[in-house]
């Protein structure tokens, strides 16, 4: 098969799954690392976070450091451009074994991991949640159908179909595109191997055929192919990781035989009252995303390494809760009441699934959060799906059929300033998302102390993190509620401009797709928030 027609199969096929590249940094650094914070031109729209520092900020005192919880996969503590801002629990004592502050968490120095045993042994891959309902159901009625009872069996056997139907094509598409992707992978290696040939010279990777220096001109044709291809996502590295990540879900995330959990923590997942596990571990086996998102809120600026963060005065608290794979509802409720009790202010969600099994506890520790005025953060989701119509979890929306007043939920914007402003993947929703925010092309701190560049709503949420946390560090005095507003209200105002929708070709107004009508502009929020301080001491 041409390797052409591979690779158009493979970029069909990794658009239809929300996928979100990375890159080596290297080749993108002059035009994308800080892009998200500049300022807005006619070809850039950024943050206006430069603007506010040049402008607004030079001039202030910050007031106060504020912690911003990262619920993910893990945060590498140690990295260059983060070591700094860490959160340290300086009640308690690093590796004695004691729980010296009482606060149910043994050497929680940096943060606590709920995905882990008092042994050390940690979840890394999990099932889905709609794999875990499913086993359920199986576990309940057998591999049968036909459970038809009472109202209860008969919204639950229509649920088993659902989620049947729904595993077994998905399982399907991923047994293809791994025969797919790995065509892709043989035809690379054989390229290189070829061009070994040609040149003499070793060819093993997307660097060594930049190094090359052809001897003829079908060496210079197959050396600019390959470049080309790779500047698309195609090389050796990239195919590798994307068939490792369809292993994945064909191995953890769809198998409803895969259950680590049962054997490493073995709590009731019903039960937050069953939380006697977890280790200190904030790294866990593969902190690549969560050490990203820490990376766009609070990455040290000015500093000569790497990459700025959103907020010059702030502390990470790690808290690992998501594995590759859907979160458990238990662990995002117990990661919201640590982040709360432990003085957070902020709460980075970039994570959600389409399910929640045990929705209740979720949303009693948004209304803990509530209660506590801290802030809740979360992405939006990378399917691009309108999410007033197909529901993401978790939400704002409780069971009761209240709407905690804490919670903003982040779309993705690009750099661009016309109709491909909202970013293909990104969800919406004029009545769900509340505001958009730069998630394309974002480089960021990863794991070993490297930068990377990648893309997601993931990576939108910590930038409006990152803003409400640089706003409260200059106005301590705001409430949760009011940042949530400022930065709502201040937002770019984009409404009546025409724009894609996100996976579509059709073109709608940018009010339809968020509540405020705009991307977050750190700029404005501080003239608002300097306005809103300014009448409110005078009304004293």
């Known amino acids: 098969m041409k390797l052409y027609i591979l690779f158009i199969t493979f970029i069909v096929l990794i658009s239809n799954q929300g996928f979100s590249q990375k890159n080596d940094v290297s080749e993108f650094k002059q035009n994308h690392v800080n892009w998200h914070l500049k300022n807005i031109s006619s070809s850039v729209m950024g943050t206006n976070t430069q603007k506010a520092y040049d402008e607004i900020i030079i ?82 009625y057998g591999s049968g159908v036909e459970f038809l009872i009472n109202d209860k069996s008969k919204a639950e056997s229509a649920l088993y179909k659902k989620l049947k139907a729904e595993i077994d094509a998905e399982l399907k598409e991923v047994n293809e595109m791994l025969l797919n992707i790995q065509a892709i992978k043989e035809n690379i290696k054989n390229t290189y191997a070829y061009l070994s040939q040609l040149s003499g010279q070793p060819i093993n990777s997307h660097e060594d055929v930049k190094n090359l220096n052809p001897a003829d001109k079908q060496q210079k044709k197959i050396r600019r192919k390959l470049i080309l291809y790779s500047k698309m996502g195609l090389t050796k590295k990239a195919m590798e990781d994307y068939y490792n990540q369809l292993k994945d879900q064909k191995e953890a995330n769809l198998n409803v035989n895969f259950n680590p959990r049962k054997d490493i923590i073995g709590d ?12 200190p571990n904030v790294i866990g086996p593969d902190a690549f995303h969560g050490t ?16 700025n963060g959103v907020a010059n005065n702030v502390l990470i608290m790690p808290i690992r809760a998501v594995p590759n794979g859907d979160e458990y509802d238990k662990d995002v409720a117990l990661a919201i009441r640590y982040a709360v009790d432990n003085g957070a202010q902020v709460i980075n969600m970039s994570f959600g699934k389409s399910y929640s099994a045990n929705k209740e506890l979720v949303d009693d520790a948004f209304a803990y959060a509530e209660k506590n005025d801290v802030l809740l953060v979360q ?43 909202p970013a293909g993947f990104s969800n919406y929703g004029n009545r769900t998302v509340d505001i958009f925010a730069p998630g394309l092309d974002i480089v960021s701190t990863t794991i070993e102390s490297l930068y990377e560049i990648s893309q997601g709503t993931s990576f939108s949420a910590p930038v409006v993190s990152g803003v409400a946390a640089l706003l409260w560090s200059y106005y301590p005095e705001l409430t949760a509620l009011q940042v949530k507003e400022i930065i709502m209200k201040s937002a770019t105002p984009l409404g009546r401009k025409r724009v894609r929708i996100p996976g579509d070709k059709k073109k709608t107004r940018f009010r339809e797709l968020s509540v405020s009508d705009g991307v977050v502009n750190t700029y404005n929020a501080f003239i608002m928030a300097e306005e809103m301080t300014n009448k409110e001491n005078n009304e004293k």
């Open 59 to 140: 001039n202030k005192t910050s007031k106060k450091k504020i912690i911003v919880a990262v619920i993910d996969a893990g945060v590498d503590i140690y990295h260059e451009d983060l070591k700094e801002n860490i959160w340290t629990n300086t009640n308690e004592i690093k590796g004695n074994g004691i729980d010296d502050d009482k606060n149910g968490y043994i050497d929680d120095v940096h943060g606590w991991n709920f995905l882990g045993n008092s042994k050390g042994e940690n979840i890394g891959r999990a099932t889905l949640e709609k794999t875990r309902l499913l086993r359920e159901l199986t576990v309940k």
């Open 268 to 279: 009731d997942l019903s039960n937050l009252a069953d939380n006697n596990y977890g280790n």
């Open 292 to 307: 990203f998102c820490a990376g766009i809120i609070g990455a040290s600026i000015n500093n000569k390494k790497g990459i």
């Open 379 to 421: 992405a939006a989701g990378n399917s691009n799906e309108n999410i007033d119509i197909k529901p993401n979890f978790p939400s704002d929306s409780l069971n009761n059929g209240r709407k905690v007043a804490n919670h903003i939920c982040v779309g993705a914007s690009t750099i661009s300033t016309k109709k491909r402003l």
